[in-house]
């Protein structure tokens, strides 16, 4: 297992590239489906399970003074997903310049140039590039054009039958609901003795203990 901070070490060096890419705060378990499907295409394709996610949160860059509150600290968050069995994390430094590139040049100049990706498994809400005018519609359209395929999974409901979402599971935690945050979540599972739930400011609310 991997983990690459910076763009430019992307050479399409790793064997049938199936990615998922989010923020991934908290690493819940709607998360995991994710990272589950994109596992289960890598091991069809006998390729690679990569995870393309940022830091800080692009919304820390784009609204410095109304981003969310993180859940878990970027390090914390990558052990997480490396956990779940992802072989290979992406995780540069998210920029303005980052935030200004136009989603077909997202695709083209990261995707396919520098990582060659064959599959790429996506929320149903995901969104990305300038304006956030990237879609899924888009990534079909593309991936016609390059050569890679597209799946989507659908919201996944809670115990309770809400949506799990990691602004759901930041109201928990800011509520003290430490159950229904557990219920959501795979910390406690993956790791008893090094996390417990901490609201510290509006930083960081999950911490190492």
């Known amino acids: 297992m991997t983990v690459i901070r910076d763009l430019n070490e992307l050479h399409r060096q790793y064997p049938g590239p199936v990615l998922t890419i989010g923020n991934f705060d908290g690493v819940h378990k709607g998360h995991q489906v994710l990272f589950n499907l994109v596992k289960e295409r890598a091991a ?16 820390r860059v784009l609204k410095p003074s109304s981003g969310p509150p993180q859940i878990t600290l970027c390090d914390q968050k990558i052990e997480l997903i490396l956990h779940s069995g992802i072989q290979l994390v992406i995780c540069p430094k998210f ?22 990706i064959k599959e790429m498994v996506i929320g149903y809400d995901y969104r990305f590039g300038y304006m956030a005018r990237g879609n899924r519609e888009l990534l079909v359209q593309m991936g016609s054009k390059y050569g890679f395929e597209v799946h989507t999974i659908s919201p996944q409901p809670g115990p309770d039958g809400l949506i799990i979402s990691s602004t759901r599971i930041r109201e928990l935690i ?34 190492g203990g």
């Open 174 to 207: 800011m509520a003290g609901h430490c159950t229904g945050f557990r219920a959501l979540t795979k910390l406690a599972a993956a790791f008893p003795d090094n996390f417990m739930v901490s609201c510290v400011g509006t930083k960081v609310m999950v911490v």
């Open 44 to 59: 069809k394709l006998q390729g690679t399970s990569m995870v393309l996610t940022f830091d800080p949160h692009p919304m």
């Open 95 to 116: 920029t303005l310049e980052l935030a200004r590139l136009e989603p077909e040049d997202f695709i083209k100049n990261i995707l396919v140039d520098r990582i060659g």
